[in-house]
């Protein structure tokens, strides 16, 4: 079975850090990407950080840059989102989800109907 179980959430005071995981198994790691998600309540989910597990390319929303820093470790089949200078707008619900990587991407990287798999998700709240 497929599963992607993400972790680490939590709370923290503006400025703080946290370290999300996404831990996959059931599809082979190295020809998906990785890519983190987020959503508040009552508001669309949006895009945060992808990774491609061959070839280790990261991606970034401009909101998140200089901030969070995506990873990989391919024994453990797990992907990280290491979260530092917190803001209270990064408060949400975080999603990782996997989408089939092959060299290539023949849409934006952030597209979500392309991310075929997906975890529930972990809370991070960041209090003012």
């Known amino acids: 079975d497929v599963q992607l179980q993400a972790s680490g959430g939590g709370w923290v005071h503006t400025g703080g850090s946290l370290r999300l995981s996404c831990k996959v198994s059931?599809?082979?790691?190295?020809?998906?990407?990785i890519g983190w998600f987020r959503q508040v309540p009552g508001k669309e989910r949006e895009a945060v950080s992808s990774?491609?597990?061959?070839?280790?390319?990261?991606f970034y929303v401009d909101s998140v840059k200089g901030r969070f820093t995506i990873s990989s470790d391919s024994a453990k089949r797990t992907v990280y989102l290491e979260m530092d200078n917190l803001k209270p707008e990064d408060t949400a619900v975080y999603f990782c989800?996997?989408?089939?990587?092959?060299?290539?991407?023949?849409?934006?990287?952030?597209?979500?109907?392309?991310?075929?798999?997906w975890g529930q998700g972990t809370l991070v709240t960041v209090s003012s």
């Open positions: 990774i491609t597990n061959n070839d280790g390319s990261t």
């Open positions: 989800a996997a989408r089939p990587y092959y060299g290539v991407f023949y849409s934006d990287v952030f597209t979500q109907t392309e991310y075929i798999y």
């Open positions: 059931g599809f082979s790691f190295d020809d998906y990407a």
